[in-house]
């Protein structure tokens, strides 16, 4: 894989802890990722977190990163942690699962 601040894509792998559950969360990180370009989807998961994959240029998916960890989403946020890999098969457009 290629560091973070190369120009090949990345895959972020990102888990968002809080209140982001039923507040429209996931349907505004994907209105988020499609202004920036980023393809992927975002999930909510059994433990009360959501899971968003996100991929595309470094540079983009920090700007989501920094949305997610900002004062403006949904809910309330508590805690985001990520990985990073490189891409896989790639993703049309981004969905909610």
């Known amino acids: 894989m290629h560091g973070r601040d ?50 595309g240029l470094p540079a983009d998916c920090e700007q989501l990163l920094a949305l997610l960890r900002g004062p403006d989403t949904p809910g309330v946020v508590t805690g985001v942690t990520e990985i990073w890999t490189a891409t896989g098969e790639g993703y049309e457009g981004f969905a909610i699962r």
């Open 6 to 55: 190369s120009n090949e894509p990345v895959r972020a792998t990102v888990w968002v802890r809080g209140r982001v559950q039923q507040v429209g969360f996931r349907w505004w990180t994907r209105a988020r990722a499609l202004e920036i370009g980023l393809t992927g989807y975002a999930s909510n998961l059994g433990d009360g977190r959501v899971q968003v994959v996100a991929e």
